[in-house]
Each structure stands twice: as C-alpha cells, then as structure tokens.
C-alpha cells in the first residue's frame, strides 16, 4: 500500500504524534509483570569523590534537577512501593554516592522485604579507620532491626579513577574496610567491583595490601583471599565511555568488552538482553532470569523500567500502586517492542533509521543509558514507536480504535520501515 499525504504530517510534530499513537493502540493478551526482578534505587546525585570516568558526572555541584533526594515521607511510600514489587534484589547504587545519604540506607535495610540487597560506593569513608568500622556495624544493628533481613553485600568501586580521583580513595583505605569487617563479621558480606582494564592490577594492589593472594572465578570475576581463607569477589565490568568518561581517550576502551559482548553470554533467547534479566548479577557467575521488571528509582523522584522505558515516558513517583506504574510503563508499544526482542533489536532498528544516532549510542559502551540514547531525537523515536505498532498488530497482540486514520496506517500493511526511514533521513515525503 502507498501511504497517503494524510499520514505524511505525522513527522511534523513527532511528540505529539507519539502520543497519538500511544492512545490509539489498544493492546491484548498482552502480560504485564505483576513483579519486579531488580530494583535500583538512587539515593543522592553528588559524590564526592569526583572520578573522572564517572557515568552520572558526578561531584558535589548540584545539578539542574528539581532535588537531590527524597524526603522521609517519599522514601517510606518508596520502600512500601519497593516491597509491593516483589523484587528479587534491591540495588541501592547509582547517580552519586549513596553513603552522602548514609540514614537512607539504614532504614532501607530495616524495612525492605526483598530476599538480597546490593549497596554499591566509592568507599570515601573508608579514608578513617574509626568511619571504616563504624558504618558497616551501623548496617549490621539495621538488618537486625529487619524482621525479614535480606542477604546483604557491600560492594566498593576500585580502579585507577577512583585512586586517581581529586578526592581519591586509596589502596590503603579499602584495606580499612576490609580490616574492619574482617575484625567485625557483620551481618552482610564485603566485595568489590571495578573496570576489565584494571584487572590484574587493583585486585593485585588489595590483595598485597591485605597480606592476601588472588583466585580467579571467570573472565569478570575474581576473588580476594585472605590468609583466613575467607574470599572477598570482585567483578570487573566493560568500561564505559558515557558521563565524564566521554571526554576521555577512547583507547581506554582497549581491554574491555563491549556491551553486547559482556552481556551475551548471559542473556536469554536468541543473545537479546530482555526486562526479565538481572542485569547486575554477574557476581553469581551467572545471570538469572526473573519474570518481573526491572526498576530504577532516581534521587529526584523519577522512575522508569530499566531498558524497558523511552526517555519521554518517565514517571514522577508520588506513590502510585506498582500495577498502576507497570500498565501505565506498559502502554508504549516500545517497552513491548523491548520486552519482545531486546536492546539490539531497537540497536538494529534505529541504526537502520539514523546511523550516526546508532553509532554514538552504542559507542558510549554503556548499557544504562543505551536506550535513552538510541530513543533520543523525537523522530528516532515516533518512527520506533510505529513500527513496533505495527509489529504489534501483525502479531494480533494489539487493535488500533478510536483514530481511523491511524488504524489504516497500522493495519494496511504498508511498508513503514522505508517511510519513516526517509522521514528521519528528511527525505521528502
């Protein structure tokens, strides 16, 4: 079929456009998870460690958000949504440094429900011995508090940035953290995670620190052995050239995978990196397949399903039911499209619709922000979001009603991928 001059306006205003098409497909025998499978959360946007490489561009300057964390109210009504998922792991990581909110955390580990929790920082306070020892018997009398106390690992970032950093954290200060735990056995384990290009060197530096030998798991895993013979793991993931870290040299890239490489082995189907996959379990040795959803909770209230949500369907938490949130998230047919057949497929899509798009999208190496990347321009993404209508419709997992024009579009079998091929190209229409 030849698409009318009816359709040819849709590109005129893409955003509107979305959401036109949001409203007119009507989705069927469709599940939508009743479940989360990780659950991040971000519990402050500064750091004050200030790493170079830092993803989030991170430091103690303030950024354009409306606020940097939630306030007691919110975070209770966010737990209460954290334990309404039924999430399988709480990852309380990300954006900046979690310890800059250190009561947070302490009242997270008292009152989620969730069977394991990840706590991920620099480790700054691991500068004073007294802090090191300090903050995770803190940790410990909380997940006592905890009816239900979840399995709990702290986990502290280690490579040349955070050595490096203008308020860097030293060999010697993880060597207190892992001194005091070793002394104090608290109630959640101790680990570390850090870059593929610094293996075989920051692992090596803690392990003649602490008088230990290092074992290796896996091609990203290692352990830390003390002389006790008790092992600390750390896993080494791709470096990324996202946040600050675009700035620096991209032969730093070398000795690290990229993103589909690292993650391939571990994905389900045919290699596609599905909702249902906890991304951040490599420290298991594998990773595990869950029926649920993934979410992120930022410091400033939104929340999205991670690589699952286009930037413009973001939501502002202000309590809603996580059904509520999952239907609304689950309206898109992106997230379907993402749901269906993974990350590399919007990839192949969107490099076949704007390849330079495509292109800096994937060369950031960075998994968090590779949706929000590829999605970026509003033609990008109008021009995803009928195609994977359309997809829907042939797959009869989706009716078009209430907008005929739209309904015709969708359901005539037109060529749609050369049509809006040439209207992001600007190809006249």
Avoid at 173 to 195: C, D, E, M, T
Avoid at 201 to 216: N, P
């Amino acid at each position: 079929m030849r698409i009318d001059a009816g359709h040819c306006t849709l590109f005129d205003n893409p955003k509107e456009s979305r959401e036109r098409v949001i409203k007119a497909v009507r989705h069927r025998g469709v599940v939508v998870p009743e479940r989360g499978s990780s659950f991040f959360i971000h519990l402050s946007e500064l750091c004050p460690v200030a790493c170079e490489h830092c993803m989030y561009a991170s430091d103690l300057t303030r950024k354009a958000t409306a606020k940097d964390s939630l306030s007691r109210p919110e975070l209770d009504a966010a737990i209460d949504f954290i334990n309404a998922s039924r999430s399988e792991k709480l990852n309380i990581t990300g954006g900046g440094e979690p310890f800059l909110k250190f009561k947070t955390i302490l009242r997270l580990l008292e009152r989620v429900t969730v069977p394991r929790v990840e706590i991920v920082t620099a480790g700054y306070w691991g500068k004073h011995a007294g802090r090191a020892e300090r903050l995770p018997g803190q940790m410990d009398e909380a997940l006592r508090r905890n009816p239900q106390p979840p399995e709990t690992l702290l986990r502290l970032s280690i490579d040349r940035y955070h050595i490096d950093a203008p308020q860097p954290v030293l060999i010697p200060h993880y060597g207190n953290v892992a001194r005091a735990w070793q002394k104090l056995r608290p109630g959640l384990a101790l680990g570390f995670r850090s870059i593929q290009p610094d293996m075989d060197i920051v692992d090596a530096d803690l392990a003649r620190e602490l008088g230990a030998k290092v074992e290796t798991v896996n091609d990203w895993n290692r352990r830390i052995v003390l002389p006790d013979g008790t092992a600390l793991p750390i896993t080494f993931n791709v470096f990324r050239l996202s946040g600050k870290a675009a700035e620096l040299r991209d032969d730093l890239l070398e000795g690290t995978q990229t993103i589909k490489e690292y993650y391939s082995p571990f994905e389900s189907g045919s290699n596609r990196l599905t909702l249902a996959t906890a991304v951040n379990d490599a420290i298991r040795g594998a990773y595990a397949a869950s029926p649920g959803a993934a979410v992120t909770l930022n410091s400033d209230g939104t929340f999205w399903i991670f690589a699952g949500t286009a930037p413009d369907r973001r939501m502002m938490f202000t309590g809603q039911r996580f059904g509520e949130a999952m239907d609304y998230f689950f309206q898109d047919p992106i997230t379907h499209s993402l749901v269906d057949d993974g990350v590399w497929a919007l990839a192949d899509i969107v490099a076949g619709l704007d390849p330079a798009t495509h292109a800096e999208a994937v060369a950031k190496n960075d998994v968090a922000s590779l949706v929000e990347d590829l999605l970026a321009p509003d033609d990008v993404r109008l021009a995803v979001t009928l195609l994977a209508a359309q997809r829907m419709v042939d797959r009869d997992r989706a009716t078009v009603e209430g907008d005929a024009a739209m309904a015709e579009l969708l359901t005539s079998g037109a060529d749609l991928t050369t049509w809006c091929t040439d209207a992001v190209r600007g190809v006249r229409l």
